[in-house]
């Protein structure tokens, strides 16, 4: 059985932090409602929702993959 962890995301290197947001972002083609954004601003909405505390970095050892999800999950 694998086990999921949460990530501080604080102890990443931001260059890594950045590309874990990055990768995140392109693979859910994530709608951001009546005008699109560009990378860098959901790459930017992403890091506040981190910083903010709503969205938490999670590594999954089963999987060996990592996602960022929202915090009521993991409570």
């Known amino acids: 059985m694998g086990y999921i962890m949460i990530i501080p995301w604080q102890r990443l290197n931001p260059d890594t932090l950045t ?28 890091r506040q929702q981190l910083e903010c505390g709503d969205v938490v970095l999670v590594w999954s050892e089963l999987h060996e993959t990592f996602n960022i999800m929202p915090r009521k999950f993991h409570c």
């Not at 990055?22 to 709608?31: H, N």
């Open 19 to 46: 590309n874990l947001i990055e990768y995140f972002v392109l693979r859910e083609g994530t709608d951001y409602g009546e005008h699109e954004q560009n990378l860098t601003e959901k790459v930017k909405d992403v």
